[in-house]
């Protein structure tokens, strides 16, 4: 591939995001449009206020799955890091991409920023990153391939368009899940090298907990949404947990920024007409402050806390330093001294 197919392509990808962005808006639009504004913040207010404890809870516990997988990728490049290092890396790295979007570019720039400076290598971080990538496809892929079957089919065949992408998305899921434990078990203890970079392909064992690592946190992430649910719709999880990956999949794929609108789409597609969308749409919209706004604010704010404390420390052992550099030149002389 030349260069100039290159920038091409990246650019391609790039601006994927907003093509997929500006069609999900016309598709949301579209679904809402007999719904005024007020309609939906009812919808949103009407959400009791037990339920929505449930989904804060449900969040927490999302957040520190997603921590595991900075430990699991840390073990995997033989790394060690104090616990609450890792824990604030993965929660921050996390809490910003799912906002963001492009999560290498995002989530890994603050992970590079703070592993560098607990003394981790750049092409550590680089493994790592690439390592959680693996992880977080595997457990995504495994609740796809489950959900294909728990889905009804009905559900699946009311569009044409996304019937055909939703099984070309369990194919290729299905086949990527496939090439990567037999990888593991065919090239286990071989290395893989990408320019500068060896990676060691990693057991069946640590795949295996790679897949349920990742599921475990998909499954928390889907019971958010579904805890803000179940006052508008009853819906068996089983179902519902299959939609939700579908949904969160495609909108990762899509490369718009937390997958908003295309996650909301696929999702207020799927449901039957006979449910009220207004009220469907303010759960959604319950979903994304409790899972994407608040984690971002409150892992923000311990980032900054951190940030100060570490720069006040800084500031003292400055100010120890020097005076101490005065004292040093007195200190010798008393050395030479006591030799004499």
Same mark, same amino acid.
């Given at each position: ?128 990153? &690439? ?5 977080? /496809?595997?457990?995504?892929? !495994?609740?796809? =391939?489950?959900? $294909?079957? +728990? ?122 007409? &006979? ?5 469907? /749409?303010?759960?959604?919209? !319950?979903?994304? =402050?409790?899972? $994407?706004? +608040? ?46």
């Amino acid at each position: 591939m030349s260069a100039k197919t290159k920038r091409l392509f990246k650019k391609l990808v790039s601006y994927s995001g907003i093509f997929f962005f500006v069609l999900a808006a016309f598709m949301l639009w579209w679904q809402l449009r007999e719904y005024s504004f007020s309609d939906i913040i009812q919808a949103l207010l009407a959400i009791p206020l037990t339920n929505l404890i449930m989904a804060c809870i449900a969040c927490l516990a999302g957040y520190l799955t997603l921590s595991l997988y900075d430990f699991l990728a840390l073990k995997y490049v033989g790394g060690h890091v104090s616990w609450w290092k890792w824990m604030l890396a993965g929660i921050l790295g996390f809490a910003i991409s799912n906002n963001a979007g492009h999560a290498v570019v995002s989530g890994g720039a603050i992970r590079y920023r703070l592993y560098t400076r607990w003394r981790i290598s750049g092409s550590d971080i680089v493994k790592m990153l &690439t390592f959680s990538g693996f992880t977080f /496809f595997l457990g995504c892929s !495994a609740i796809l =391939i489950l959900g $294909y079957f +728990l889905v009804p089919s009905a559900l699946l065949d009311r569009s044409v368009g996304a019937s055909i992408g939703i099984n070309s998305l369990f194919i290729i899921c299905t086949a990527a899940v496939m090439v990567y434990f037999a990888a593991t078990i065919f090239f286990q203890k071989k290395g893989i090298k990408i320019g500068n970079i060896k990676f060691q392909v990693p057991t069946t064992k640590t795949a295996l907990i790679q897949m349920l690592l990742g599921a475990a946190d998909s499954v928390l992430a889907g019971l958010v949404l579904y805890c803000c649910l179940l006052p508008f719709v009853q819906i068996p999880f089983g179902t519902y947990i299959g939609l939700f990956v579908i949904a969160q999949t495609t909108g990762v794929f899509s490369q718009v920024p937390g997958g908003i609108g295309v996650f909301e789409s696929i999702f207020l597609l799927a449901l039957p007409d &006979t449910i009220d969308k207004a009220d469907i /749409f303010g759960a959604l919209l !319950a979903y994304r =402050i409790i899972y $994407y706004l +608040l984690p971002l604010i409150g892992a923000g704010g311990l980032f900054f806390i951190y940030e100060n404390w570490l720069r006040t420390r800084m500031k003292r052992w400055l100010t120890e330093a020097k005076n101490k550099i005065p004292q040093i030149p007195a200190r010798i002389k008393n050395i030479k001294h006591r030799k004499k």
